[in-house]
């Protein structure tokens, strides 16, 4: 050994630290995710806990019953253009076939699922003004026309795979009675 080097045996012993390098720092990680996650180890609580509450959602509103009186005030627009434009009576009259067609299906179903309700609307009646002339009378059902197909269509993602069906066949009849109409 080299004279000026120190004495190996002289040194002062190691000691191990009270605590490991490991352990010190799984502490410190430990004790940020609780200072992360808003935990307070003393006590104190300062600031306010949060609570999740989950509501419940709103029972989806069955468009039915909207539909069958759309559709019976377009059956009693269509008896009224029949009568005044005597010139496309034939025409409206198929229509109004087709209309009163729909208009048992949906009722029909309806009655499927709530009986009593579905025999008040089938007894139901109703009047509309008779239009002054034939131009006013198919304009008016036209914009029936057009109003039922864009309700039946915005219907179709409210209802079962079943009624689903039904509505998109009285949607796709009534593009039809759009495309006939002009």
């Not at 609570?51 to 377009?74: K, Y």
């Not at 008040?120 to 006013?136: E, L, Q």
């Not at 066949?169 to 006939?180: E, K, M, N, P």
Request: proline content about 6%; overall charge neutral.
């Amino acid at each position: 050994m080299h004279p000026s080097a120190p004495d190996p045996a002289a040194r002062a012993p190691r000691t191990a630290p009270a605590v490991g390098r490991r352990a010190a720092i799984a502490g410190v990680g430990g004790a940020a995710l609780l200072l992360a996650a808003g935990c307070n180890p003393f006590g104190t609580s300062s600031a306010p806990s949060t609570v999740t509450e989950t509501a419940a959602t709103d029972p989806t509103i069955d468009p039915i019953a909207s539909l069958i009186a759309t559709t019976r005030l377009a059956v009693l627009n269509l008896e009224a253009a029949a009568t005044v434009d005597k010139e496309r009576a034939a025409l409206l009259k198929q229509l109004l076939g087709d209309r009163q067609a729909h208009l048992e299906a949906l009722l029909d179903e309806y009655a499927r699922t709530d009986r009593a309700k579905a025999e008040s609307m089938r007894s139901a009646g109703g009047s509309v003004p008779v239009p002054a002339d034939a131009d006013a009378a198919l304009e008016q059902v036209r914009a029936d026309a057009t109003q039922a197909y864009t309700q039946f269509t915005d219907g179709l993602a409210l209802v079962s795979r079943y009624r689903a069906a039904l509505f998109g066949s009285i949607a796709a009849c009534l593009q039809t009675h759009r495309v006939v109409l002009g």
